[in-house]
């Protein structure tokens, strides 16, 4: 062969290498036409795979504990949250008027504005197709709600088929990965499964508080209206408890930014209606910070999720991911943030430094794992349990990992 020409097998494999290329070009398109919907679909996928795998351990079958998953846990969840939302948004048509309702769905990205517009026009809808002279009109309304509807439950329904079939195949997708891009004590497994892990922290600790959040305030806030007076009630208490559960996803924020004003109107209604009825505002406030503040943050988001990402990061990550790509960016902006995370705390390091690649995590950023816990390797094990593994720890207590395995 002559020197300076390549191979036959070098020019096949650069051939194939092209063709490869040409495949992740159009599944990326692909991805890319339907983000939401796939997103959605992780989402769900990691927010109910610990229930999932409690089910999975009584039944023995992957089959059943992925379809009672889907069943019985998220999608009465989804209705209930879907039920919570259409109130709140009749809530908030009723006081802010169809004038700024229109401004609002005109502000949305994309299919969003056609679905938010549905829902605006569900009672106008049934009031139209009772009168004669608003039959075409009513039947024109009912087209255009029905087609946006159906693009809806479309890409629910795709999303959790995608959901069930993670539940059903999780583990064939993880054998083939290990067997076929690399195995337990290299590199490219160890990345992947900081991100799978990381994901479930996020979408399954942090969401269920939210989850929990929502429902809690839906709960204070109805039942404070209830037993106070009409003159310090509080107005559109469902929209707000929807409010106050999503601020929770957002760290350092939380409620606050919901129940503080509100107990503050609260107040100056109370001045207004008589010095003597300032004491529901203040059992309100007190209320709200402990149902729906310390007890999720200082509880149960630690005891749901074991560990959180790093606060600045998962505030900017749902801040920017929700303002950049619209509703799914909430969903898709955290999952951007565990993807760059995971890289810098396996990958860059050694990449930089031209190491050869360790499949243990750096200790250079607490973005993502914890440094100051034991650190686990790409197999499982605590790599500082014992003197006879590959770790030493020196006089002041830290610990040097000494894995330098190809990645």
Not at 223 to 228: F, S
Request: charged share 15%; no cysteine.
């Amino acid at each position: 062969m002559a020197t300076g020409f390549p191979s036959e097998i070098d020019r096949r494999r650069v051939a194939w290498w092209l063709v490869a290329a040409g495949v992740v070009a159009i599944v990326g398109l692909f991805f890319l036409s339907f983000v939401g919907t796939f997103v959605f679909g992780l989402f769900v996928y990691y927010g109910a795979r610990p229930v999932n795998r409690r089910i999975q351990s009584r039944v023995d079958s992957r089959v059943i504990a992925a379809t009672v998953t889907l069943l019985f846990i998220v999608l009465p969840t989804l209705a209930l949250l879907g039920y919570t939302g259409v109130v709140a948004f009749r809530e908030f048509t009723t006081f802010a008027g169809p004038g700024a309702v229109d401004t609002v769905l005109n502000r949305l990205p994309g299919n969003q504005q056609s679905i938010a517009g549905a829902l605006r026009n569900l009672p106008q809808l049934a009031r139209r197709l009772g009168q004669v002279s608003g039959v075409q009109q009513g039947l024109t309304t009912a087209l255009g709600t029905l087609g946006a509807i159906s693009n809806g439950l479309l890409h629910l329904t795709l999303a959790l088929t995608f959901a069930f079939f993670l539940y059903r195949d999780g583990n064939r997708l993880e054998s083939w990965y290990r067997a076929e891009v690399g195995g337990r004590d290299t590199a490219a497994y160890s990345y992947l499964a900081g991100v799978d892990a990381d994901l479930e922290v996020v979408y399954f600790g942090n969401v269920l508080t939210v989850l929990a959040v929502t429902i809690g305030s839906i709960v204070v806030y109805n039942g404070y209206n209830v037993l106070a007076p009409t003159a310090v009630t509080l107005p559109l208490p469902t929209l707000l408890a929807v409010l106050t559960g999503l601020a929770t996803f957002v760290p350092l924020v939380v409620g606050k930014v919901v129940y503080v004003p509100a107990a503050a109107y609260l107040a100056w209604r109370a001045v207004e209606a008589g010095a003597d009825l300032l004491v529901y505002p203040i059992v309100f406030l007190v209320v709200a910070f402990l149902l729906l503040d310390i007890i999720p943050q200082s509880i149960v988001r630690p005891y749901i999720s074991g560990q959180t990402m790093h606060e600045g990061a998962v505030l900017f990550a749902y801040i920017l991911g929700a303002a950049l790509f619209g509703w799914y960016g909430l969903f898709l902006g955290p999952f951007l943030l565990v993807i760059v995370v995971q890289f810098a705390n396996v990958v860059l390091g050694d990449l930089i430094r031209g190491r050869p690649f360790s499949p243990a995590p750096t200790e250079t950023t607490s973005l993502g794992t914890d440094p100051t816990e034991a650190k686990v390797d790409a197999v499982g094990q605590a790599t500082a349990d014992d003197g006879d593994q590959s770790a030493e720890i020196d006089d002041e207590g830290t610990t040097t990992d000494e894995t330098t395995d190809d990645g």
